[in-house]
């Protein structure tokens, strides 16, 4: 069976599938960060792999994004998404509800980021004007819609390095950017996909307020712990949401 539709998981989310296929993947940039599993979902066959690793032990700034990528491409899917974690820019985008992001700010450094280390075959450079594929961000927001999970629709995510949260005058630029969300893995994977000819979406599940909100001293600043106890008690809503919008995401 060659799979359509590429599932990452994120912070708190490292198993997806039931009756799954375990795959091991060989790729030219090493393993990817755990075997990858595959399976049907309403007759579409489905690739998960969780990005940090089975039990979460690759910080986002060691994942292999290179050979992640590689390996659903080599499996055949078309189409990635990728769920994350992200601490909540403004007031309004509350913890619980999800953002299907369409722009991103990379504020990462040191990672490997592109297929493409030698020229040899002459220049490529990709356009990533539009990280986010429209048809996979509509597939996303009716399946929001269909499970009624509270989706924003559109918003741009600045990608930090991690593994730290960021500190509060970097929390006041990202704000003051007009960005929306903060995350530590949507940079490469986006460019990775692009450069692999793969469609793809982000959705973040929000799980806090970064360093807290302006003006309300009983929100603080986000700790590791609540990031991961907000999104276990959400991820079964994302699951949900995922499964809905299989059959979208498969149409091409």
Known sequence: MTPDVGIFGGSGLYTLLDDAETVQVDTAWGPPSAPVTVAVVDGVGVAFLPRHGPHHELPPHRVNYRANVDAMRRLGVHTLVAPFAAGSLRPEIRPGEVVVVDQLVDRTWGRADTFHDSFADGPQHISLADPYAPRVRRALLDAARSTGVTAHD??????????????????AWHRQAGWHVVNMTQYPEAALA????????????VTDYDTGLDGDPDVAPVGQEEVLEV???HVDRMRAL???????????
């Not at 000819?197 to 959705?203: E, Q, R, S, T």
Request: charged share 20%; proline share 2%.
């Open 231 to 233: 999104f276990r008690s």
């Open 194 to 205: 692009r450069e692999a000819g793969l469609d793809f979406g982000g959705i973040a599940l």
């Open 154 to 171: 559109g918003g741009t995510v600045v990608v930090i390095n991690g593994p730290r949260f960021s500190t509060r005058a970097e929390s």
């Open 242 to 252: 995922l499964f809905a919008a299989v059959a979208g995401l498969a149409v091409r």
